[in-house]
């Protein structure tokens, strides 16, 4: 793999509790994205960045937040998970906007019972 | 609205006959497409891309054809095998602008049969 990791692989929380996911990459890349998986809706961007401190909403933003503060990590946090929330989550990387395409992570398993 | 479009929710094909999987695209402003696939509990994997500026791309068994005037991209896999079974997603970027990040389609989900 390029180097991309997102933990944990699988998750099952409650509703109303917080939730934190973690990209962590070992490329360098200045840009990082946060999708969302869901069948019928394929892949939704969430959040991304462009570089430390750097971040900016995607097309389903709502009821998520993101940071980064080194260019190695970018954390996605559901501050209260709500079921709409169970989906699988894909971390991504690239160097330019204008790369040959993005290197996503293996994916999150969330479950918001 | 959904600027990607990937219709074909499910396609099957005989093994060593040709897949030919579509995209149509609403936003006149892109200019570069890309074709991934994934497979069940992984990550998607780049697989082709063209810029606007061509009409068509080879790699290998794999070709996209672009038709700028109908908006339509097209992914042809010949010829097919077992392992080509995944969910192939269409995306599409305006790198020359502001929308540089990739518009993915639904996915079409592609079974080759033995």
């Known amino acids: 793999d390029a180097g991309i990791t997102q933990s944990p692989r699988h998750k099952v929380t409650e509703t109303g509790t917080p939730v934190t996911l973690r990209c962590h990459q070992t490329e360098n890349h200045r840009y990082m994205y946060w999708y969302r998986q869901d069948p019928g809706h394929g892949l939704r961007l969430i959040h991304y960045?462009?570089?430390?401190?750097?971040?900016d909403k995607g097309e389903v933003s709502d009821g998520y937040s993101v940071s980064r503060s080194k260019t190695e990590d970018f954390l996605l946090t559901l501050e209260s998970a709500t079921s709409s929330q169970t989906s699988v989550y894909f971390c991504?990387?690239?160097?330019?906007?204008?790369?040959?395409?993005?290197?996503f992570g293996s994916g999150t398993r969330l479950t918001v019972v | 609205d959904q600027q990607v479009k990937q219709n074909s929710p499910s396609l099957s094909v005989q093994e060593g006959r040709i897949s030919i999987l579509n995209c149509d695209y609403t936003?006149?402003?892109?200019?570069?497409f890309l074709w991934y696939k994934k497979y069940p509990a992984e990550g998607p994997t780049f697989l082709i891309s063209?810029?606007?500026?061509?009409d068509k791309n080879e790699d290998g068994r794999f070709t996209v054809f672009l038709n700028k005037s109908a908006k339509h991209l097209s992914l042809h896999i010949v010829p097919s095998q077992p392992g080509d079974s995944a969910v192939y997603f269409c995306?599409?970027?305006?790198?020359?602008?502001?929308?540089?990040?990739?518009?993915f389609g639904k996915g079409t989900k592609l079974s080759v049969k033995p």
């Open positions: 960045s462009y570089g430390v401190k750097d971040t």
């Open positions: 936003n006149s402003m892109f200019d570069y």
């Open positions: 991504a990387i690239s160097v330019l906007v204008s790369d040959y395409g993005y290197t």
């Open positions: 995306a599409a970027a305006n790198y020359g602008g502001s929308q540089g990040n990739l518009i």
């Open positions: 063209i810029s606007s500026i061509k």
